[in-house]
């Protein structure tokens, strides 16, 4: 039986514009780790994603995480796209 | 619009608002009598950038996470300095040219610490914290702007 698993992607500044909204909820199978997410589930499932990507780092749950992270994604995950910072 | 950690004792303030800031406040949340040294910076919106002339600026942030990093830049702090308070404060919303947009204090009982401190928190608030600009100019279309510092 394949179990899923509901996550939550944030998205901020010129991601957000670009996709018209801050939020998506993506449903994913239980062992899906984020560099499955960021390298290919966003990227098909959301094609105006893939160029934000290639530039952004990646957090999970408040925290940055390598993109070609093995770490499986869990059940009310956040994964943030954060494009790059302009703070100061 | 505010959102804050503020230490039990009172040694890490961390701060993103949509109310003006002011140095003295800012300051103030530092000070000690153990302290011999504050050392401070502000950021200023700039008229131009690139000249382009800008009418206002307008930041957004990770609310969470942003004050989450602030926290682990303020440990990172005192595992290299010697230092006593740490205070980030960041604007939030429309700023306008001329105002500060950041303001970071550091206190510690010497000089040299407070300054070295006080410069590494900027650069690593420039790289890492979640928090974006849009510049509004008076002649073209507004653009994000990007801190040659983020690392992708």
């Not at chain 2, 006593?84 to 009982?109: C, K, M, N, Q, Y």
């Not at chain 2, 890492?128 to 510092?149: H, L, M, T």
């Amino acid at each position: 039986m394949t179990t899923c698993c509901e996550v939550t992607i944030l998205l901020f500044a010129s991601a957000k514009e670009a996709m018209k909204c801050s939020r998506l909820q993506l449903v994913v199978s239980h062992s899906t780790c984020v560099r499955e997410l960021v390298n290919q589930i966003l990227p098909k499932e959301y094609p105006a994603l893939t160029e934000f990507l290639k530039f952004s780092q990646i957090a999970l749950n408040c925290e940055y995480i390598d993109k070609d992270s093995n770490h499986l994604l869990q059940q009310g995950d956040e994964i943030a796209i954060i494009v790059p910072v302009s703070g100061g | 619009m505010e959102h804050s950690f503020i230490s039990e004792d009172r040694k890490q303030v961390f701060v993103l608002t949509s109310e003006p800031l002011t140095v003295e406040k800012v300051t103030k949340s530092v000070s000690a009598l153990e302290s011999g040294a504050i050392a401070s910076f502000c950021g200023i919106t700039r008229k131009y950038n690139q000249g382009k002339e800008i009418r206002f600026l307008e930041y957004e942030s990770y609310f969470a996470m942003a004050l989450s990093e602030l926290r682990k830049l303020g440990e990172e702090i005192r595992s290299h300095w010697k230092v006593e308070g740490i205070s980030i404060w960041h604007r939030l919303g429309r700023v306008d040219v001329g105002e500060t947009s950041v303001i970071i204090a550091v206190s510690a009982v010497h000089r040299r610490e407070a300054l070295e401190a006080c410069h590494f928190a900027i650069d690593q608030l420039k790289a890492r914290v979640p928090i974006w600009k849009k510049e509004y100019f008076v002649s073209s279309e507004p653009e994000w702007r990007e801190n040659p510092e983020f690392q992708s």
